[in-house]
């Protein structure tokens, strides 16, 4: 298994297994979400446009299982946008730690952490003061919550 920083040329040729991975990951819980290839491929495109973004990719031999986006908050979508700059966020300074997909069978080794410490390094190295993220929160008596969740 190994990590890779992937910007630029090697970011947008990961895009179509980064949304195929994405699909996979979300349609559990917590997310829930049934995805398409056409909507992954418009939303990632904003880390394809973004001089600034970065994807930690995690390859099990040259299969895609893990995926970590980041990129300036700046470059993001106008209503995602809203929510951080109504709370007094600074967009300009504030690096954007995006989602985080990795199989089930790969996690509980680390990875997550890896991933936000490259994603920090990053936005670090890029002069960003600030780093942000989201996350889907359900109630804990959710009837979908399998027993072994960990919440981030």
């Given amino acids: 298994m190994r990590l890779e920083n992937l910007t630029g040329a090697d970011l947008s ?3 179509e ?3 195929r991975l994405r699909i996979a990951v979300f ?3 917590p997310y829930l979400y049934d995805g398409d290839l056409e909507y992954e491929r418009r939303y990632l495109q904003s880390y394809e446009l973004s001089d600034a973004a970065i994807v930690i990719g995690v390859y099990d031999g040259d299969w895609l299982v893990g995926a970590s986006t980041g990129a300036p908050l700046a470059d993001h979508a106008g209503d995602f946008q809203e929510a951080f ?3 007094g966020i600074d967009l300009k300074t504030t690096y954007y730690c995006g989602e985080s997909v990795l199989l089930p069978r790969y996690r509980g080794r680390g990875i997550g952490q890896e ?3 490259r994603r920090e390094a990053y936005a670090r190295g890029l002069g960003y003061r600030n780093i942000c993220f989201c996350a889907v929160i359900r109630p ?3 009837p979908l919550r399998p027993s072994q969740y960990r919440p981030l």
Avoid: T
Wanted: without cysteine; negative net charge; hydrophobic residues 40%.
């Fill in 85 to 87: 700059e109504s709370s």
């Fill in 27 to 29: 349609r559990d819980w």
């Fill in 115 to 117: 991933f936000f410490d």
């Fill in 13 to 15: 040729d990961a895009i």
């Fill in 140 to 142: 804990p008596d959710h």
């Fill in 17 to 19: 297994d980064i949304a």
